[in-house]
Nanobody
Framework: QVQLVESGGGLVQAGDSLRLSCEAS????????MEWFRQAPGKEREFVAA???????YYTDSTKGRFDISRDIAKNTAYLKIHILEPEDTAVYYC??????????????????WGQGTQVTVSS
């Protein structure tokens, strides 16, 4: 079973950029859709971005253009680059491996593995 460990979070200033990493062990990420979600204090978990196993990219209207998802198969790692951070980006960011159909990508319905999360705090 694949295990995921996120890193790269921290306290940053508004306007900065940040790259989160999601390193996998126990198996390859290649067959999975790799996804990022976030949960802000007092709010529900929300979808941020996904990179499908076939190479497709998925974002929301609010993350498209400022968030970049990618993966490095050789390093067995997925990444989320966030540009021009805003205080509203403050949240715990989780990566996930999804083994289901494309239609489930945004709703986490087919996620088989979650990472433990990494905190991102953006100060204004």
């Amino acid at each position: 079973q694949v295990q995921l460990v996120e890193s790269g979070g921290g306290l940053v200033q508004a306007g900065d950029s940040l790259r989160l990493s999601c390193e996998a062990s126990g198996g390859s990420i290649e067959p999975y859709h790799m996804e990022w979600f976030r949960q802000a204090p007092g709010k529900e978990r929300e979808f941020v971005a996904a990179h499908s196993s076939k190479g497709g990219y998925y974002y929301t209207d609010s993350t498209k253009g400022r968030f970049d998802i990618s993966r490095d198969i050789a390093k067995n790692t997925a990444y989320l680059k966030i540009h021009i951070l805003e205080p509203e980006d403050t949240a715990v960011y989780y990566c996930a491996a999804d083994a289901g159909p494309i239609r489930n990508i945004r709703n986490a319905g087919s996620v088989v593995v979650w990472g433990q999360g990494t905190q991102v705090t953006v100060s204004s």
